[in-house]
């Protein structure tokens, strides 16, 4: 796997790099726009040119965004409904300016049931991906959850009934995050369970749908169902069941970022423990 992390972008996007260098990242995740607004102001020309021409210096990647977590693509609210679909059109929008590989997001929550949400879901990407046009490069990532409440995205089967449900699943993938795993209750902290959650991640989707992952430890226990990111061999899960993950020759060269709670501050740290983790 591509080590990273999710890198702050304060002072603007391209600033991004000289911290990802800094903590050894070889590939990261970034927010394109405050997380708590729905209409972010635009991406400035010279801050496109500035992230590009970084890029291309620094060969950082893939590099993926991370939507809003107002976005509910499965609400039953209309005005939440438009106002999710929006802020998705402009998140692909900002990634295709930026030349950002991937955008992750949460498949989302409804009181309604899973078979209601997985196709409001699917029939609300098909509007995004029509509304970005064939132009667009970057590909929509669909993360699993701890499920809490009545989250989507707990069980691999929602990720899968999503994408095959969607009229461009060319254009989606599956983005897997460790701690939302195992509070979902994936027990695989053994070689055999390991095993066993891996083998039905892939018969649900297919190995080349598996294109990112986030590396997190858990505050929360097996199966809480509650979505609490913990420093790297500070959680429930520990260090060896990550192993498993990062050695995985499947998942070789996929960008995989950390989303710790001490961010930058311990990054470098947490990086040098995965990599000591490498066989
Ligand atoms: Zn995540």
Known sequence: MRLGAHISTAGGVSKAFARALEVTADCMQI????????????LAEEEIGAFRSRHQETGLG???????????????????EKKSVDAMVDEVRRAD???????????????????VGVARVARR????????????????????TAGQGN????????????IAAAHYPQRLGVCIDTCHAFAAGYDYTSPEG?????SELLEAVTLDKVMAF?????????????????GIGQGHIGLEPLA???????FADRPATLETPEAEARYKEELDLLRGLLK
């Not at 989250?151 to 999503?162: E, K, N, P, S, V």
């Not at 986030?214 to 913990?230: F, T």
Request: aromatic content about 8%; charged content about 25%; glycine content about 6%.
């Open 214 to 230: 986030h590396i997190n430890d858990s505050k929360k226990e097996l199966a809480s169902r509650r979505d609490r990111h913990e």
């Open 194 to 198: 390991y095993d066993g959650v891996v």
């Open 31 to 42: 927010f394109t726009r405050n997380q708590r607004q729905w209409v972010p102001k635009p």
């Open 125 to 144: 990407l098909d509007r995004i991906i029509e509304e970005t046009g064939d132009g667009s490069t970057t590909t929509i990532l669909l993360e699993n």
């Open 97 to 115: 300016a930026l030349g950002l590989e991937y955008i992750v997001f949460r498949p989302g929550s409804t009181p309604d049931g899973v078979a």
């Open 62 to 80: 893939p590099n993926m965004s991370h939507c809003s977590y107002l976005v509910n693509l499965a609400t039953p609210d209309a005005e939440l």
């Open 151 to 162: 989250t989507l995205g707990l069980h691999f089967a929602h990720l899968r009934d999503i």
């Open 244 to 250: 498993f993950w990062l050695n995985d020759e499947r």
